[in-house]
Nanobody, 124 residues
Framework: QVQLAESGGGWVQAGDSLRLSCAAS????????MGWFRQAPGKERQFVAG????????FYADSVKGRFTISRDNAKNTVYLQMNSLKPEDTAVYYC?????????????????WGPGTQVTVSS
């Protein structure tokens, strides 16, 4: 089995940057798509960014396009989410997820393994 562990969350002010990391341990997650999702209090979990197993394909929610960048280092079994120009509406628990299918996807139900999440709070 694979375990995912997010890190890098915290409290920042609007306009600041954060970089989240998601380390996979156990059975290798190399070559499989991974994604970042977020969930604010009282709201459904929403897609943020996704990346193909080889890192060539990346895609984003409209709300973060141009501000967030997803990347991966398969040698380290780690996926990153660089978040720039953060806004208060980006405040949420951020989760990374792994999909055991070759094709990329953006629906939460299409991902199989999840990390416990890391809190990101952006103050105005």
């Amino acid at each position: 089995q694979v375990q995912l562990a997010e890190s890098g969350g915290g409290w920042v002010q609007a306009g600041d940057s954060l970089r989240l990391s998601c380390a996979a341990s156990g059975r290798t997650a190399v070559s499989y798509p991974m994604g970042w999702f977020r969930q604010a209090p009282g709201k459904e979990r929403q897609f943020v960014a996704g990346i193909s197993g080889n890192g060539i394909i990346t895609f984003y929610a409209d709300s973060v396009k141009g501000r967030f960048t997803i990347s991966r280092d398969n040698a380290k079994n780690t996926v990153y989410l660089q978040m720039n120009s953060l806004k208060p509406e980006d405040t949420a628990v951020y989760y990374c997820a792994l999909r055991w299918e070759w094709k990329v996807a953006s629906g939460p139900n299409e991902y199989d393994t999840w990390g416990p999440g890391t809190q990101v709070t952006v103050s105005s």
